[in-house]
């Protein structure tokens, strides 16, 4: 007997979570928080432990009007962990872990945002999470967007989850940020951080849940090639990137994702575990400047 189909999610509706007022963004992912200083939660333990907890339920958080200096803002991010600069970008002098991420005249439009990606899977323990404010916004344009990879893999095929249930893969930031570099600096760069192998599905190490863990910065299966898997070298070349691919481009699903438009001291809080983004590049030559912290995570499982 075929089971009843469950039943269409409630509508999102705003709600009170201890002093902060939540309200959803989509029925998947996101919420905006009202009522709250990130300064405040930098210092305040009971808020922030409300914050992480609504962190881990709607993956990625929202504010706006976070008139907040930059000491509050790096403050607030170590609440979570240490801080980790980023290998190609600059980051604020006086304030190590606070990267910029300014888009001007001066700044041709570059492509390593506009893609899904989870934020520095080239490392061996990528980032937990981040916390990114919007120093200046173009008037029109610049928007991100973020993905529930959880719910990405959650709807998959039960075939398919069967199938890259125990596959691992190779993420590499010279096939990325390297790419457009000289050989011999591109080389360098692969020296610094080495290609490391992940899991295809890693474990959120705090609420248990699979995630497909997948993204922009994958090259390939290392343990495809399989008589599971390869009747022959058709199954193994063509085959094993064709999967990747599709699971790749599970991330472009609207059913997965919430759309955030910026305004000057709009924040957005994410856990870089279970979501991926992309910054839309519809702006230029508009100004977009950025500043992220990014939260030293742990080796996926």
């Known amino acids: 007997m075929e089971a009843p189909a469950p039943s269409p999610p409630a509508p999102a509706r705003a709600s009170t979570a201890g002093s902060i007022e939540v309200a959803p963004m989509t029925c998947i992912i996101g919420a905006e928080l009202a009522g709250v200083s990130l300064a405040d939660a930098a210092r305040d333990d009971a808020l922030f432990a409300e914050i992480r907890a609504l962190l881990l339920k709607h993956r990625v958080l929202f504010l706006r009007d976070q008139d907040i200096t930059r000491a509050d803002h790096v403050a607030f991010a170590r609440r979570f962990g240490k801080l980790e ?48 404010r919007c120093l200046e916004s173009p008037a029109v344009g610049g928007d991100t967007i973020w993905v529930n990879m959880v719910e990405a893999h959650r709807r998959l095929p039960e075939s ?44 959120h190490p705090e609420t248990g849940e699979k995630i497909l863990f997948v993204n922009a910065f994958t090259t390939h299966f290392v343990n495809f090639h399989t008589p599971e898997h390869v009747r022959c070298g ?68």
């Not at 002098?93 to 001066?106: A, E, F, Q, S, T």
């Not at 990606?117 to 323990?125: I, P």
């Not at 790749?248 to 870089?272: G, H």
């Open 85 to 132: 600069d980023h290998p190609i970008a600059d980051s604020d002098p006086d304030h190590p872990g606070l990267v910029r991420i300014y888009k001007d005249l001066n700044s041709p439009p570059e492509h390593y945002e506009n893609a899904y990606h989870c934020d520095a899977t080239f490392r061996e323990a990528p980032p937990m999470g981040c916390v990114l």
């Open 160 to 203: 398919v989850q069967h199938q890259i249930a125990g596959l691992r893969a190779r993420h590499s930031i010279e096939a990325s940020f390297g790419a457009a570099m000289p050989m011999e600096k591109r080389h360098a760069l692969r020296e610094r951080f080495p290609d490391p192998e992940h899991p295809v599905v890693r474990t």
């Open 234 to 301: 058709q199954d193994f070349a063509p085959g094993a990137s064709q999967l990747l691919n599709y699971l790749i481009s599970q991330a472009q699903i609207p059913e997965y994702q919430v759309r955030f438009r910026w305004k000057k001291n709009s924040v957005a809080i994410w856990d870089n575990r279970c979501t991926q983004h992309y910054a839309v590049q519809d702006y230029w030559p508009g100004v977009r400047k950025m500043e992220r912290a990014t939260i030293v995570g742990d080796r996926p499982s």
